[in-house]
T-cell receptor, first 112, second 113 residues
Framework: NAGVTQTPKFRVLKTGQSMTLLCAQD?????MYWYRQDPGMGLRLIHY???????AKGEVPDGYNVSRLKKQNFLLGLESAAPSQTSVYFC???????????FGSGTRLTVV | EDQVTQSPEALRLQEGESSSLNCSYT??????LFWYRQDPGKGPEFLFT???AGEEKEKERLKATLTKKESFLHITAPKPEDSATYLC??????????????FGTGTRLQVTL
C-alpha cells in the first residue's frame, strides 16, 4: 500500500503563475485534507473534503481552490501564486471521526 | 475556537535521560487527542489516539496520557533515533466538524549521545 502520495515533491513558481498539487490515496478513505505548514505556525487547514464531489473551506482558504472529482484524488490549485504561499503543503486522509490521519510526504513550494 | 499549546518548543536530552512533553488544549467536547511524530522533510506519522481522561497508551519508549485539560508524552530512556518534532492535535466531538484536527506547533526533540 502506498498510502497517501503527493506530487510534485518540490516546485518553484514565479509570482502570478498557477499550479496544481495532486494528492492520491489508496485506502478508500472518505475524508481528505490539505494543510500548509509554516515555521512557528504549525499545520493550518486550507480546504477539506468529506466525500467525492464535496469540498469545504478550512482556516486559510484564500488564494486556493480544490476539487475532488474521484474519491481517491484531491487536487489543490493556486490560481495566481504569491510569495506568501511559500510553504510546505501536506495532504492527509482518514476514514472518519476518531481515527488518525495518514499524511503524504509533502510538497515544498517556493514562490519567487 | 479549539486551541492546542505545546511546551516546550524545543528540548535537548542526553541518551537515557527521561522527560515529558506537554500538550494543553481547549475544545468544546473532545472526540480524540492525537500525537504525531514528524521527521525533517517528511509528513507527520501517527503515534496515538486518546479518547478520555485517564487513558494511557504506550509504544516502545513512548507513553501518552490524557487529563481533561492536557496530555503528556513521556519518553523513557530516549535514544538518538527518537529525535523528531512531536505534534499534538485535537478533534472536537460536535457533528459537522468533518473530523478536522487542530494542531499545536510541536516540540522539537533532540537526543544526543
Amino acid at each position: 500500500n502506498a498510502g497517501v502520495t503527493q506530487t510534485p515533491k518540490f516546485r518553484v513558481l514565479k509570482t502570478g503563475q498557477s499550479m496544481t498539487l495532486l494528492c492520491a490515496q489508496d485506502m478508500n478513505h472518505e475524508y481528505m485534507y490539505w494543510y500548509r505548514q509554516d515555521p512557528g505556525m504549525g499545520l493550518r487547514l486550507i480546504h477539506y473534503s468529506v466525500g467525492e464531489g464535496t469540498t469545504a473551506k478550512g482556516e486559510v482558504p484564500d488564494g486556493y481552490n480544490v476539487s475532488r472529482l474521484k474519491k481517491q484524488n484531491f487536487l489543490l490549485g493556486l490560481e495566481s501564486a504569491a510569495p506568501s504561499q511559500t510553504s510546505v503543503y501536506f495532504c492527509a486522509s482518514t476514514r472518519g471521526q476518531g481515527y488518525g490521519y495518514t499524511f503524504g510526504s509533502g510538497t515544498r513550494l517556493t514562490v519567487v | 475556537e479549539d486551541q492546542v499549546t505545546q511546551s516546550p518548543e524545543a528540548l535537548r536530552l542526553q541518551e537515557g535521560e527521561s522527560s515529558s512533553l506537554n500538550c494543553s488544549y481547549t475544545v468544546s467536547g473532545l472526540r480524540g487527542l492525537f500525537w504525531y511524530r514528524q521527521d525533517p522533510g517528511k509528513g507527520p506519522e501517527f503515534l496515538f489516539t486518546l479518547y478520555s481522561a485517564g487513558e494511557e497508551k504506550e509504544k516502545e519508549r513512548l507513553k501518552a496520557t490524557l487529563t481533561k485539560k492536557e496530555s503528556f508524552l513521556h519518553i523513557t530512556a530516549p535514544k538518538p533515533e527518537d529525535s523528531a518534532t512531536y505534534l499534538c492535535a485535537v478533534q472536537a466531538a460536535q457533528t459537522g466538524t468533518a473530523s478536522k484536527l487542530t494542531f499545536g506547533t510541536g516540540t522539537r526533540l533532540q537526543v544526543t549521545l
